[in-house]
C-alpha cells in the first residue's frame, strides 16, 4: 500500500495544532539572584556512578560537596580526590558502615544528597534523606517494592522536599527530540509503545573469585523486569504517563535462565559453586502495559542473553500519523517522508531538538551516555533554584519502578494480570511548564 502525500503546509498545520498536549522535559533557568544560589550536595555511595556524577555535578557553577558517604573507605578516598580536584576543599567522609549515610544526613550544611549505592538501598536512603530535610536526586531504578514506593510517595508529600529520579534515557537527544515531535502532534495519536533494556551485564554479576556482586545478587534472587526505568521512561513521557494518562495493568512472562549459567559455567567451570547458583531471573523478561487511555507498551529486560548492543535501549514509537524505530534510527511519518518506508530520522531529530540540546549540546556532548548525565544533573539543580516542580518527579518514579514488583509477582503467577496502583490517588499532574516557560 502506499500513502498519499500531503502538502508539506498541512503537515505543520497539524504539528502546531497539536502543540502542548504533552509537555516537553524541560531545563528551567533560574533568575539571575536564584542562579548564583550555591548547592551544597553529600553523596551517599560513591562507586562507579557516584563519583562520576559528584564530579558532573562539580562541573555545574555553584556546587560544592561537603560530604561523601560509602562502606567502602577506599571509594570515599577515591571521590574526596575528585571534590579536591574540581573545588579545592577536603570533603568529610563517612565510612562507619551501611547505616553511616544517617550521620552524615545530620549535617546542616546539606541542601541535597545524591543517593548512588546498590539499587535495593536507594528507596530507604531517599526516605531517610527526605525525612531529614534533605532534597534527593536518586540513580534508577528509585524503589524495588510497592511498599517503597508509597513510603517515597508519602516522604515527598509530607516533607515538601524535592525529590527527582535521574532517569537519564530521557534526555537522550533522540528521545528528547521524539518528545517535541509527540508534544507537537507530528504522531498524531499514540497507539503503542515497544522498549527494552537489553544489555548482557553478566560480566558485573561476579567478583574475580566467582563470589557475586550486588547486581549478581539481584538476577540470582529476583524475579521479572529488576531494571525498568531506562526504558520506560522515555515512552512514559511520550504517552503521557502520570500527565493525563496512566499505567492501569501489567502482564510479564520469563524465559528460563540458560544464558546466565552457561555464562556461569564457561567462566568458572562446572565444579565452582557458582556454577550451582539457581537463578530465578529469567535470561528475558516481557511485559505487557495497559494505560487507561487505550494505549499499549511492550517492555524487554534482559542482562543476561548473548547479544552485542550497540545501544542497550530499544525503542518503537506508533502513533496514526508517524512511527519512529530506535533501532537504526529510522521513521516514517505521513505526509512527510516520499514514499511508504523507513528512512534515516536525522533530519527529523534535528528539526525538533529541543531547546535545551540547542542551548547546551556542546557542552553536554562530553559527558556520560551521550551527554544525557549533563541533563539530569543540570535539571536537578536548576529545579531546586527555581523551586520548580521536578521534570522527573516522585509519581513518576513510582509508577515506572513499580514494575519491578509487579512483573515479578506476574511471572510468578503464571502471568497473571497485576493491577498497578494509582500513587497520586486520583490527583491530576498538571503539565510541568515546557521549557523556557518560567524564563
Ligand atoms: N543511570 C545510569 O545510566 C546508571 C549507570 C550505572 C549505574 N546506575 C545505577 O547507579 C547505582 C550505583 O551503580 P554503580 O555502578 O556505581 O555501583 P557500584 O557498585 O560501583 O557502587 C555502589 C557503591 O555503593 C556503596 N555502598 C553499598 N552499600 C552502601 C551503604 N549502605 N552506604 C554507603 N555506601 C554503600 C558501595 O560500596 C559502592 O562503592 C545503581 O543503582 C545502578 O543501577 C545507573
Not at 568529610?92 to 545524591?114: F, H, K, N, Q, S
Not at 514514499?339 to 529541543?354: G, K, L, N, R, T
Request: charged share 25%; aromatic share 8%.
Amino acid at each position: 500500500m502506499r500513502e498519499g502525500r500531503r502538502p508539506r503546509r498541512e503537515f505543520l498545520r497539524l504539528a502546531a495544532g497539536a502543540a502542548a498536549s504533552l509537555p516537553l522535559i524541560g531545563i528551567r533557568r533560574a533568575d539571575a539572584s536564584a542562579a548564583e544560589k550555591e548547592i551544597r550536595l553529600g553523596v551517599i555511595g560513591t562507586g562507579g556512578r557516584g563519583r562520576y556524577l559528584s564530579g558532573l555535578m562539580l562541573s555545574h557553577a555553584g556546587t560544592r560537596i561537603p560530604a561523601v558517604c560509602d562502606i567502602d573507605p577506599e571509594a570515599a578516598r577515591s571521590a574526596v580526590a575528585i571534590v579536591e580536584k574540581g573545588r579545592g576543599e577536603r570533603p568529610e567522609t563517612y565510612t562507619r558502615g551501611p547505616e553511616d549515610y544517617l550521620r552524615m544526613l545530620e549535617r546542616e550544611d546539606l541542601d541535597a544528597v545524591l543517593v548512588t549505592t546498590p539499587q535495593p538501598l536507594h528507596a530507604r536512603m531517599s526516605i531517610a534523606a527526605l525525612r531529614a530535610g534533605k532534597h534527593v536526586y536518586s540513580e534508577v531504578a528509585a524503589a524495588t517494592t510497592l511498599d517503597e514506593c508509597w513510603g517515597l510517595v508519602r516522604a515527598v508529600e509530607e516533607t515538601g522536599k524535592t525529590y527527582m529520579l535521574g532517569e537519564n534515557v530521557c534526555y537522550y537527544r533522540e528521545c528528547s527530540a521524539l518528545e517535541e515531535m509527540v508534544r507537537r502532534g507530528v504522531f498524531g495519536e499514540l497507539t503503542y509503545a515497544e522498549c527494552g533494556y537489553i544489555h548482557d551485564c553478566r560480566s558485573l554479576w561476579f567478583r574475580a573469585d566467582g563470589s557475586l556482586t550486588w547486581r549478581g545478587e539481584g538476577h540470582r534472587d529476583g524475579v521479572g523486569n529488576l531494571y525498568p526505568t531506562h526504558a520506560i521512561g522515555p515512552v512514559a513521557r511520550w504517552l503521557g504517563i502520570e500527565r493525563g494518562d496512566r499505567f492501569i495493568s501489567l502482564t510479564a512472562s520469563s524465559s528460563r535462565a540458560a544464558a546466565s549459567r552457561d555464562y556461569t559455567v564457561r567462566r568458572f567451570g562446572e565444579d565452582h559453586p557458582a556454577a550451582r547458583i539457581e537463578w530465578k531471573c529469567g535470561d528475558m523478561t516481557s511485559a505487557l502495559i495497559r494505560t487507561a487511555k487505550g494505549a499499549l507498551i511492550e517492555i524487554l529486560y534482559d542482562t543476561a542473553s548473548t547479544r552485542p548492543h550497540p545501544s542497550t535501549t530499544h525503542f518503537l514509537l506508533q502513533g496514526t500519523e508517524a512511527a519512529y524505530l530506535f533501532d537504526g534510527n529510522r521513521i516514517y511519518v505521513r505526509g512527510r517522508t516520499k514514499s511508504y518506508a523507513w528512512e534515516p530520522a536525522d533530519a527529523c531529530i534535528a528539526e525538533f531538538e529541543p531547546p535545551f540540546w540547542k542551548e547546551h549540546g556542546e557542552k553536554a556532548r562530553g559527558t556520560g551516555h551521550g551527554g544525557a548525565d549533563y541533563f539530569t544533573t543540570l535539571a536537578f539543580l536548576e529545579t531546586l533554584r527555581s523551586g520548580a516542580k521536578p521534570p522527573i518527579d516522585v509519581y513518576d518514579a513510582a509508577a515506572w519502578s513499580s514494575i519491578i514488583p509487579l512483573s515479578g509477582a506476574s511471572v510468578l503467577a503464571g502471568g497473571a494480570v497485576e493491577e498497578f496502583p494509582d500513587f497520586r490517588r486520583g490527583g491530576s499532574a498538571g503539565a510541568p511548564p515546557a521549557p523556557g516557560s518560567s524564563r
